[in-house]
Structure formats: C-alpha cells, structure tokens
C-alpha cells in the first residue's frame, strides 16, 4: 500500500492538532478527579467478592453468542427481572453498553413518521442512534422545554401525523446541570408523545434510594429510563427500562441487541449485587452528596465558580490549547484531570471537567483546588 492512501487520515490528525482537538489515550495516573466511579463502587471489596462467588458457583466471564443464539444466560435475565423491580418498571434489557443501548432505541423505536426532538447536549450515542434512525429529528437548545413545544407544534402544522419522541439526559455529563424532567413529562403527555431519559450520571447517584431522577416517572407507559452501568455502578452495560411491547419490539428489530455478543453473565452477576448495594448502602450517597458540597464552596472561593449542585463541576477555560496545559501540569503535581474540548462540548468552552467520587477525602479536594486555582491564574495571565 503506498504512503497516499494514507495520507488523507494523516491529514485529518494534522487538521486535529493544529486546532489542539488531538484525542490520545492517557493512563491512569494520580489522585482520581476525572472517573465516573462516584460512588467508588468498582473497586469495592463487596462487589469483588459477589463476582468472585459468581465465579465460584460457574458464571462464565464469556456469553458464547448472542442473547438469541445461546448467549442468553440466567444471570442476564435474574439481573432483568431484579432492575425492572428496582426500578419499577414492566421490563429491562441489558445491554453491553450504554452506547448500545441508545443506538438501539433510537435506531428501532421511532418510526417512518414520528418525530425526535432532543435536546443539544444529549449523549453522542444518542446522536448516532437517531442519525440511523428513519424518524425525522430535530435538534433544540439545551434545557429549553419551550423550544421542544415549539418543534413538536411545527412539526404538527407541516403535517407530521406521527409520535414526537422528546429525549434528554437528566443530569447532563459535562456542565452538571438538570433536566425539568416533570415539565417534560407534561409536554410529552400533552403531545400524545414519548418521553426517553438517559440516566446515565444519576442512577445511583440521585433519587429515591439512588433509582435517579425520573425514578417517579418510569412507571408511566410512555416513559423510557436508560440507566448506564459503568458509571455510579461501578461495573458495565446499561439497563433500558420500558414497557414489555417495546422490550419485545427491540429483541426483534435492534440490529445491535440481535447481532451482537451478550454481554459478560460475569458482569450481570456483578450489576445485580450493584444493586443492592445502592439499596443497602445509602450511606454512600451521603458521603457523596457532603463531598460536592465541599468541593463547591471551594470552587466557589478559590475560582469563583459557580457549584453546579452535582458531582460533576465543570471549570470553562475556553481556550483549547490552554486547557490542555492546564490538565498536563494537574496531572504531573499528582491529580488527574482531563481536558475536555469541542466537539464533545461546544465551541469556546473547553473545560476541565471536576468529578467527585468517593476515591477522594476532603483533604485531597481542598488541595487540589488549590492547585486547579494556581495553575489557572499563571497559565492565562
């Protein structure tokens, strides 16, 4: 193969690092302030043990195929049926991702006809969903649930005869903001239409008894609840709650769930005792909820920055290449935090992305911030 048929992937990364958006795969290394472990469930000596009894008892690591061609393993359906009663929802799939997952509901559910409105932040695998789905979409600003009423109307003045799907997260994974998650469900109502929530940074986290933020809303027939596993959880895959009929519609139409190796039935052993965890271990939510008070009044004194009121707290650069500057000097005096640039966030809001989990103590906060705040302050004086 000569050199040309290389060169134009070359010229993409060259394209990438003059505009310091160049992505590379970084080590674990230092104080953790970057992971989405925030209950620091994935190291806990209780959920090693439960996969480690699993493995006594002859769960195997491997599914062997998919959930349709003898992948389908007891532990995956004892973990579908104990989140559904979790949750209080008619049935769950699990899936080996949350990626997977929104691919496969916003690919297969919508139809010909219908119309998703989601919101401009919503996760990156949603967007891949939706780009393959054979629904019309419409992208809105963030939050903004007004502008959702206002796409659905026009959609219904142009003809559309269809189901609108609204679709959010209901905390948002790079500024930790909300979703009016109940003015939502009204307008979906409202519309005749469906409502899908990606929980993704506040199952376990939020909610009743760490079910997250639309734990009051999953028992509604029109309301889809995506809950991602590798996050709060501490382990991976995702669990998508809904009504058997969609459940149903997805083992049959879901490209990704048909063809796809099951996930590991090692780690469906180790989701269900995540699980209980989150239902026997409230205290950790406590401990998470003082930890990000802290770290705000911090934040708040040394940077001027304004909590979030979640464990996720964004400190906006701006600038590309200075953020990344910022992360390399936070990662050598011992902390790691990452850059986060565009296009995972919009452009001129390059951040560092705060993330409080239960890997850290107040100390370690305080210290860090404080070296966040110097840092700061010499790199963009």
């Known amino acids: 193969m000569s050199a040309l048929a290389l060169a134009r992937y070359q010229t993409t990364l060259a394209g990438l690092e003059r505009r310091s958006r160049m992505r590379e795969l970084v080590a674990q290394q230092g104080v953790d302030f970057t992971s989405n472990d925030y209950l620091g469930l994935a190291n806990a000596p209780r959920l090693k043990a439960a996969i480690s009894a699993a493995m006594e008892r002859g ?7 998919s959930r349709l061609l003898r992948g389908n393993h007891p532990e995956h359906e004892a973990l579908e049926a104990e989140a559904a009663a979790f949750f209080g929802v008619e049935k769950v799939l699990y899936f080996g991702s949350g990626f997977a997952a929104n691919v496969a509901l916003f690919s297969s559910l919508p139809q010909r006809g219908d119309l998703i409105v989601h919101d401009a932040l919503i996760h990156a695998s949603a967007h891949d969903g939706i780009a393959a789905s054979k629904a019309e979409a419409v992208t ?7 502008a959702f009423d206002q796409a659905i109307g026009r959609w219904r003045e142009r003809g559309g ?8 997260e209901s905390l948002y994974s790079m500024d930790g903001d909300r979703a009016p998650l109940a003015e939502f469900a009204e307008l979906a109502l409202r519309h005749d239409g469906f409502l899908v929530v990606d929980e ?24 889809l609840v995506l809950h991602t596993c590798g996050k709060a959880l501490g382990v991976s895959g995702a669990l998508l709650g809904m009504p058997i ?7 049959n139409r879901a490209r990704n769930f048909i063809y796809s190796t099951a996930p590991s039935p090692l780690m469906a052993a180790g989701v269900r005792e995540a699980l209980r965890m989150i239902a026997d271990e409230p205290e950790r939510r406590l401990r998470l909820e003082n930890l990000k008070s802290f770290a705000g009044e911090q934040l708040r004194a040394r940077l001027g ?6 464990q996720i707290q964004p400190v906006i650069i701006g600038d590309n290449a200075c953020s990344l500057r910022i992360a390399d000097r936070m990662q050598e005096a011992g902390y790691d935090l990452r850059a986060i640039r565009p296009p995972t966030v919009p452009d001129g ?3 560092l992305r705060v993330s409080i989990t239960l890997n850290v103590v107040e100390d370690q906060i305080a210290d860090m911030v404080a070296k ?5 302050e010499e790199e963009t004086r």
Not at 59 to 65: D, H, L, N, S, T
Not at 161 to 168: D, F, L, Q, T
């Open 161 to 168: 005869k269809g189901r609108p799907w609204i679709a959010v």
């Open 305 to 310: 920055v304004d909590p979030s009121g979640s």
């Open 245 to 251: 009929v969609f459940a149903d519609y997805l083992v």
């Open 200 to 223: 993704a940074h506040a199952a376990g986290v939020l909610g009743s008894d760490g079910r997250g933020l639309a734990s009051e809303l999953e028992k509604h027939c029109n309301v």
């Open 59 to 65: 769960v195997p690591a491997g599914a062997g195929g």
């Open 140 to 146: 809105v600003p963030h939050n903004d649930v007004e």
């Open 372 to 376: 966040l705040a110097t840092v700061i």
């Open 349 to 351: 809001t390059a951040r």
